[in-house]
Nanobody
Framework: EVQLVESGGGLVQPGGSLRLSCAAS????????MSWVRQAPGKGLEWVSA????????TYADSAKGRFTISRDNAKNTLYLQMNSLKPEDTAVYYC??????????????????WGQGTQVTVSS
């Protein structure tokens, strides 16, 4: 029922930009905060960013602050992550994730009940 489908990943040079999308279905998207979480090769999960259900509040990991922008379009049931000034250390699989609880903004790697399949971002010269 619940589906989260990510797209927009790819190979970019350092300093480049990518826009990730996550198409959501099967749940009342506009009632849930959403998060982006990433996993670098051989590393554990790292929380990146989160946005409140209405899109009015956003929060970022220190590594993303000033470079990444999370947003959402509730009319389209879509979550976005605009990534600018990309660095090699941003190389990872990026996942969108739905919190288990309504009205909860998570700044962590746990507390989610559904995850997208992930989209690969590779930053290399």
């Amino acid at each position: 029922e619940v589906q989260l489908v990510e797209s927009g990943g790819g190979l970019v040079q350092p300093g480049g930009s990518l826009r990730l999308s996550c198409a959501a279905s099967g749940f009342p998207f506009s009632r849930y905060a959403m998060s982006w979480v990433r996993q670098a090769p051989g590393k554990g999960l790292e929380w990146v960013s989160a946005i409140s259900s209405g899109g009015t509040s956003t929060t970022y990991a220190d590594s993303a602050k000033g470079r990444f922008t999370i947003s959402r379009d509730n009319a389209k049931n879509t979550l976005y992550l605009q990534m600018n000034s990309l660095k090699p250390e941003d190389t990872a699989v990026y996942y969108c994730a739905k919190p288990s609880d309504v009205g909860v903004v998570l700044a962590s790697t746990n507390g989610y009940d559904y995850w997208g399949q992930g989209t690969q971002v590779t930053v290399s010269s």
